[in-house]
């Protein structure tokens, strides 16, 4: 089964306060994708990070990080410093190449208060 | 740089109605793809498109639903006697073949 699970549905939090999102992925292909995107109130949805299955690595780009760990089939997603306009939801996203069909999660709500 | 665009941004129709989508995706982008997302949900890939040819259709995609690429540019939706199931955004993205999707704005479409 290929699946992807983000079990916060809404998270709620005072601007300057550190963020994880958490992602849990399904799948029994040994190469596969992790996508992260973001929703703002705009509705459209923008490309944050790809990950492919064989690099652990975590990465950081700015306020953001992202944490894969295969070991326990999770790919969470931390803002540092999380400020209002950080609010939207955050999809995780398990795929098959760098690009192509994605399979979402439900989407976490951030709401980040001033 | 523009971006995809979709048209329209809102449609309501009354149920049996038939209706049309339109995307532009990005120009060099030679994948289109058609999602479906409703409210509280992440969205659920419904077909693409790799140039002209149709390369996967998803069985959430019912007879109603037909989708084109005639020149392999731009990209219709159409949705045939509606009903208020297929109320939802339905969003569409594009990509180069090995590139992350890049998404519009969507159209949300209401059934009343």
């Given at each position: 089964a290929q699946k992807v699970t983000q079990a916060q549905t809404e998270i709620s939090v005072v601007e300057k306060e550190d963020v994880t999102l958490d992602c849990v992925y399904e799948t029994r292909d040994t190469t596969y994708y992790l996508f992260w995107y973001k929703q703002p109130p705009s509705g459209e949805l923008v490309f944050l990070i790809r990950r492919n299955s064989f690099d652990e690595q975590n990465e950081i780009s700015g306020r953001y990080s992202w944490n894969f760990q295969k070991s326990t089939s999770s790919f969470n997603f931390t803002i540092t410093a999380s400020q209002v306009v950080d609010s939207a939801v955050y999809f995780c996203a398990l795929g098959y190449n760098q690009g192509g069909k994605l399979i979402f999660g439900q989407g976490t709500e951030l709401s980040v208060k001033p | 740089d523009t971006g995809v665009s979709q048209n329209p941004r809102h449609k309501i129709t009354k149920r049996g109605q038939n209706v049309t989508f339109r995307c532009d995706p990005?120009?060099?982008?030679?994948r289109l793809y058609w999602y479906r997302q409703t409210l509280g949900q992440g969205p659920e890939f419904l077909t693409y498109f790799q140039n002209e040819a149709q390369l996967e259709k998803s069985r959430l995609l019912s007879d109603r639903f037909s989708a084109e690429r005639p020149k392999g540019s731009f990209s219709t939706l159409e949705i045939q006697?509606?009903?208020?199931?297929?109320?939802a955004m339905y969003l569409c993205a594009s990509s180069l073949i090995q590139g992350p999707l890049h998404f519009g704005n969507g159209t949300r479409l209401t059934v009343t």
């Open positions: - | 990005i120009s060099e982008h030679n006697r509606t009903e208020q199931g297929d109320s």
